[in-house]
């Protein structure tokens, strides 16, 4: 079992920045792609950034890309998000998941990742 911890969220301005971080505990994720999702109320969960455990690959939402960034330490076990120029649109919960379905195809969906955080409100005003 993994736990996954979100923190970093809060309300920010458009333009500023915020950086999320994803604590993992029960288990290493050094072997997980790992993924940051968002929700705003009455949307669907969608993916946002990923990153393999080779680091090697990295995936982004086209509405991100440019903008935030994803890494990961695993030597303190997180994975992080920075998000930069912040827009009102990116409003929502962040959650942070682990993939836990291993395939071919990028990681973009949800349905493929078996382990949650609690989410974090990013809130971004105009």
């Known amino acids: 079992q993994v736990q996954l911890v979100e923190s970093g969220g809060g309300l920010v301005q458009a333009g500023g920045s915020l950086r999320l971080s994803c604590a993992a505990s029960g288990r290493t994720i050094s072997t997980y792609t790992m993924g940051w999702f968002r929700q705003a109320p009455g949307k669907e969960r969608e993916f946002v950034a990923s990153?393999?455990?080779?680091?090697?690959?990295?995936y982004y939402a086209d509405s991100v890309k440019g903008r935030f960034t994803i890494s990961r330490d695993n030597a303190k076990n997180t994975v992080y998000l920075q998000m930069n120029s912040l827009k009102a649109e990116d409003t929502a919960v962040y959650y942070c998941a682990a993939r836990t379905v291993v395939g071919a195809s990028p990681p973009y969906s949800k349905y493929e990742y078996g382990y949650w955080g609690q989410g974090t409100q990013v809130t971004v005003s105009s």
């Open positions: 990153v393999s455990w080779k680091v090697g690959s990295l």
